[in-house]
């Protein structure tokens, strides 16, 4: 099985993240990491591999540093990268970016077609959720989405998905694009070996001429939606902190009422 | 770029369950008022009650348009195609979504079909003077909002629960439904849902749409039953960290967070709750945050407007007996 596993590389969600003046995520504090979330999309490529044989392409697309998260892919056990880096790219929207990744898809598929396209259930700095869908629609692919389980055989892969009021079980025949929840694995982590290993694997780096992607279907200026404005929130003002002396509860119960909360 | 006028039709997609209409619908219903003219979208083997009608319109809705499939048989694909078919039919350039999982697959989806512009999980929308549409998003974990303007002549937007309050019109006429054929588009995707078990609808109001929310996390040390005391007491919903849930204490549905459920109460409250970072991003938008931690260092206090540095299990049941001293007081039994 070829599985390509699409990884994000954004700022460390414990890192104090910012937007630029232009309203885009500020990717140049050097802080950024593999999208932990992608790391249990990894962690499933890895596993039907390990069960059904194959073997494992990271893809990323994004600047410079974002060779960082193919390389943590890598040292996680992954076995070759791909990285779609491409000045026209920054301030790409969620529709430029499904399509980038379609296209250096499609073009992975030319040495051997894609059997199963993985990804993280969301990006941690944008949260959208929604890419996984867009490359199923670029690619007219059928999707299993958000799995908290997920299993490949007869040709299908095959996801338990747990919705806010209901759980589904969804059957989309290969080849497919799934994503995985962070209920779906416990994701490894890089032994020294695998660090050492990793050194070794190749990172191929395409621009979008490579792609045949035109440049101005994306970037900034082919984003459908446009940041007018990014603002940090104010902190909470009249802020009660208060030490239990006993009576703690009983208050509380009056800042309610007199708050009308109750 | 050709904005909309504000003549035109805006499209909400109406969540129920059974014949029951979500509020985050009606929310939606009112939000759309502002933008154009609302017309609903009902997605369901049956044609919508007359109650169903009457509601729909009170709250703003002219026409409701019936696309005779049931969704719960139905992928987020499928659902887009489907919605596609009323997009043509009305010539609507935007489309309200509620802003769950499900829906924000589906809206990407119907986004990508039509080339419109998308934003989820928005916590606001209007029209501005220019008749380009404005959405409001909370970013990193709440901890910035975002003013964005779609760019492109249609737009999908999925709006979170309770970011306006439903209001109702005057005097509003009852809509006429307008049936359309969908079934042919429905049936054409290749991905099957083999399975589909909804979950029993709990006595307590569902967690995205509740005014009150009250949490548990690992401070509960696996007793939620203090938890659940103040949630009736407040009428509120309940919650918990994803510590909570991955120890099994409570099911996973009710985890808070950037991996669970994003909710915007006017009141949250969290117990024994460190505030991690991807538990802030599901909440920190609510109205006013309480807080009851043992820890006076814990980071849930710099978010919260009111803290108690104690112990839950001495705290809440001291507030939920108070609470219904007081409600009772005031004859509210
Ligand atoms: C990719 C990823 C996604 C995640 N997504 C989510 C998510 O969506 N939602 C989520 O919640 N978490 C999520 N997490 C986990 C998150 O990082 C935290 O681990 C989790 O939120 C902590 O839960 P907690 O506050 O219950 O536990 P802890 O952090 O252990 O905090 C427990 C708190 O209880 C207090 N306490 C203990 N005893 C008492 C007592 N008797 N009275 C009062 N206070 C007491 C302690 O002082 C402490 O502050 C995610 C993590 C990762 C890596
Ligand atoms: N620039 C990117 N490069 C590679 N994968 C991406 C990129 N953006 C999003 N993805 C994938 O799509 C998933 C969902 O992202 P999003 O829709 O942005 O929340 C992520 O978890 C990644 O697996």
Known sequence: MKIVVCVKHVPDVQADRRFTDEGLVDRTQGDGTLNELDENAVEAALALVEAHGGEVVALTMGPADA??????????GADQAVHVQDDALAGSDVFATAGVLAAALRRIGEDGPVDLVVTGMAALDGLMSVVPSLIAAELGLPQATLAAELAVEDGAVRVRRDLDDATEVVRAPLP?????????????YPNFKGIMAARKKPVTAWSLADLGVDPATVGAAGARTRVLEATPRPPRENRVLVNDDGD???RLAAYLVQNRLV | MTPSGSEGVVLVVVDHQGATVRTPALELLTAARSL??????????????????????????????HLGVDPSGMLPASVAAVLGVAVEATGARTVLLVSTFENK?????????????????AAGVERADDGALVTVQQAFAGTWTLRSAVTTDRAVVALKANAVPAEVVDGAA??????????????????ELLQRTERPVSERPSLTEAQVVVVGGRGTNGDFSQVEELADALGGAVGATRVATDEGWIGHEAQIGQTGVTISPRLYVGAGV???????????????????????????????DYGIVGDLTTVLPQVAAEVRRLRAEAGEG
């Open chain 2, 105 to 121: 697959e589906a809206s990407a989806h119907l986004a990508f079909a039509l080339q419109a512009g998308l934003v989820v999980d």
């Open chain 1, 67 to 76: 060779e960082d998260a193919v390389r943590r892919a890598l040292q996680m």
């Open chain 1, 176 to 188: 497919a694009v799934v994503s995985v929840t962070d209920q779906s694995n416990q994701p490894r």
């Open chain 2, 174 to 191: 009852v809509p006429s439904v307008v049936p359309h054929d969908v079934a042919v588009v429905a049936a054409t995707r290749d991905a």
């Open chain 2, 274 to 304: 460190s505030g991690a970072v991807h538990h802030r991003g599901g909440m920190q938008s609510s109205g006013t945050i309480v807080a009851i931690n043992n820890d006076p260092e814990a980071p849930i206090f710099e978010i919260a």
């Open chain 2, 36 to 65: 154009g003219r609302p017309e609903a979208v009902w997605l369901g083997a049956e044609a919508p009650s007359a109650a169903v009608l009457e509601q729909l319109g009170a709250h703003g809705a002219a026409v409701v348009h």
């Open chain 1, 248 to 250: 703690a509860g009983t």
